[in-house]
């Protein structure tokens, strides 16, 4: 009788008491998001410092709630990241290669004796015994020197000539020596044009592991838009098996040799602002598109998604190079409504702007959402891609309605 009590309470026992502490759990943390959302996403990001992916989709979130993201300041951040106002402050542990031993050093110099004033000034007042070159370089490649260097070229120059000319300055202080840089002239910042921009988010990536100040898609933000691309934090949203185009910069590639043929074939894996993905490139592809397949070039890829247990993946269809992709890959437009649209004006106003643009090159779909459903409808208008047609639409149908396949 007890065996058969236990195995019946077995039955929901756990299932509905973990299912309540969950609930519990996310009715908490979508209170503290929707109420808290500066301190909350603070908190979050502190929490995953050891986890890049995570990072970059947590600060993609920021950028999606109207929250700055500062870049890492070596006056102004702390260990963590923190609150400024409605901004986060970037925290210098999330620096590569910048240990906790580091920064606890660097932080109880600044709180000592005050900011820092430039490179040279940080270099004399640290002790180099934990603060080494290869975290000095860190710190500047991310950004950390911006506002007291004319560039972080310069910043780079000015610890090298500094670190060549002996490192004895902190050590000596502490023992009481003299410091090397009693002549300004030895302590003097200097003046290097900044890097290439390539160059300086490309140090900055190494730095964090992520973009902060910037991305190289950037350059392609209207070219993306027109061409109908989907941020790849957003393909897990996406139906498995779906067609989707995404754009990025290549970032690694490992090729395999098939074992049917002995062909060769590729798995890339691809980034853009938000993450990244892997893209699966098989041979006759691979042939197509050897050339383009090299590290650090934008491309645009179409395939289709692959959602498993392991992750997204997508299946490439097409494979080109970004920076001379145009028009010629959009066959249609897709206007996504999601019913009942909030008032009658709404709709008479999608109307009157549709027809107002019925000269453009691109016939228009209807993709309509109803309780659940989706239907793709096929209609006698022809829009534009450009901004402003997809700017006015999407006041009305909402962000990222407009898709231009």
Known sequence: RIFDLMAYFAEYGFNKSHS??????????????????????????????DNTDKIVKSIAGCREMGIEILPPDINLSGKEFRVVGSSIRFGLEAVKGVGSAAIESILETRDATGPFASVSDFLERIDQRKVNKKVVEGLIKAGAFDVLEGSRAGAMETMNRILSNGSRSSTGRIYGQQSIFADPREAGSVAVPEWDKDILLKYEKEALGFYITGHPLSAYAAALKKL????????????????????????????????????????????????????????ELYKASLAMLQKDVPLLVKGALDKTEKGLKII????????????RHIRRAELTLTLPLSDGIQLRTLHSLLKADAGGAYPLYLRVKHQGTETLIETP?????????????????????????
């Open 20 to 49: 309540a502490a969950y609930a519990y759990v996310a009715y908490q943390t979508a209170y503290l998001k929707t109420h808290y959302p500066v301190e909350f996403m603070a908190a979050t990001l502190s929490a995953d410092m």
């Open 381 to 405: 208008m022809k829009i534009s891609a450009d901004t402003d047609t997809v700017i006015r639409l999407e006041k009305i149908a909402g962000k990222g309605a407009v898709v231009f396949q």
């Open 316 to 327: 490439a269809h097409e494979v080109s190079r970004l920076d001379v992709a145009d028009d």
């Open 228 to 283: 109908g691309t989907r941020g790849i934090s957003n393909l897990e949203e996406t139906d498995d098996g779906a067609e989707v185009r995404i754009a990025g910069i290549l970032r690694g590639l490992r090729k395999i040799q098939t074992k049917s043929k002995a062909e060769i074939m590729a798995y890339c894996t691809v980034e853009d602002p938000s993450g990244s993905v892997d893209i699966i490139v098989f041979p």
